[in-house]
């Protein structure tokens, strides 16, 4: 069922959401200023206890550009996972041509968020991520300039290690 229209959501765009925490938990983009073609996307989250209803995470400097990349487009949180106990969202700056970079975040009770580190995510790509026993991986096209085959590894979502950077990859795009 459609719901209301919201201030919570309007001019935004949710690319995953998990059941988990105060109920529901989203990620997705939207853009620095009231309209969609005001500036750089940015980082969003929301949760809610419904499904219906949703409260936007105040926003953050953890969810912008990071210093060293390219601000033009932005950031957005592409998916999202936990494992009960923790959150774990992923996301890109998105680029053309330019510094982009993987991006993720993690967060234990889905309200506040921590941006995590990561081997290797300067020119890579995150749009996938998945919580599975004792860890979790993420997922994305990235190349020799990154992680060559795009998969990293973390256990805590806090540090990020790269898992597929051997020669087979080469070519391939997760």
């Known amino acids: 069922t459609l719901g209301p229209a919201t201030s919570t959501l309007a001019n935004a765009g949710m690319t995953g959401v998990v059941r988990g925490g105060p109920g529901y938990v989203a990620v997705g983009g939207a853009p620095n200023g009231a309209a969609l073609t005001s500036g750089p996307v940015h980082a969003v989250v929301w949760t809610s206890v419904d499904g219906r209803t949703w409260t936007r995470i105040k926003d953050a400097p953890l969810f912008h550009s990071p210093a060293g990349t390219d601000a033009t487009y932005g950031v957005t949180a592409s998916a999202i996972a936990t494992d009960g106990s923790r959150f774990v969202a992923v996301g890109n700056v998105a680029t053309q041509g330019d510094v982009g970079?993987?991006?993720?975040?993690?967060?234990?009770?889905?309200?506040?968020?921590?941006?995590?580190?990561?081997?290797?995510?300067?020119?890579?790509q995150l749009s996938a991520v998945a919580s599975v026993p004792g860890r979790f991986l993420g997922t994305g096209p990235s190349g020799p300039d990154s992680c060559l085959g795009g998969i990293w590894s973390s256990t805590d979502g806090q540090a990020w290690i790269c898992v597929a950077s051997d020669p087979p990859f080469d070519g391939s795009v997760a």
């Open 101 to 124: 970079s993987a991006l993720a975040w993690w967060s234990s009770d889905a309200r506040t968020w921590q941006q995590a580190t990561g081997d290797r995510f300067v020119y890579g």
